[in-house]
């Protein structure tokens, strides 16, 4: 599974940005998917991550972005996204997309880094 992310950047605290991950190769719908972060110094952290349901999904979100943070998937065009709202000096980090077998769970996923496939990372620094 090739994943790439996309929409990093640099935004002043408060402000937001909408992170995009495509896969090559792989239909999405058939994954667990999410969002991981690793800030400089730091070890990387799960921050959400959304089960294949359709209609009502299970998503997990760490408590540092809950509120803020909401992930999606795009059926139709593959695609998953974080769109991260209020963004913080603590949100800087480089993002990566991840992608799992469908019978690992959200919370496996998120918090035990049961994770198959990596893509590359997009970095998002928040500062004024």
């Known amino acids: 599974v090739q994943l790439v992310e996309s929409g990093g950047g640099l935004v002043e605290p408060g402000g937001s940005l909408r992170l995009s991950c495509a896969a090559a190769?792989?239909?999405?719908?058939?994954?667990?998917v999410g969002w991981f972060r690793q800030a400089p110094g730091k070890e990387r952290e799960g921050v959400s991550c959304?089960?294949?349901?359709?209609?009502?999904?299970?998503?997990y979100y760490d408590d540092s972005v809950k509120g803020r943070f909401i992930i999606s998937r795009d059926s139709a065009k593959d695609m998953v996204y974080l769109e991260m709202n209020n963004l913080k000096s603590e949100d800087t980090a480089v993002y990566f997309c991840?992608?799992?077998?469908?019978?690992?769970?959200?919370?496996?996923?998120?918090?035990?880094?049961?994770?198959?496939?990596w893509g590359r990372g997009t970095q998002v620094t928040v500062s004024s």
């Open positions: 959304i089960d294949m349901g359709v209609s009502n999904p299970k998503t």
């Open positions: 991840a992608a799992s077998h469908p019978h690992i769970t959200v919370q496996n996923m998120c918090i035990r880094h049961r994770v198959r496939s």
């Open positions: 190769g792989v239909d999405l719908d058939y994954w667990t």
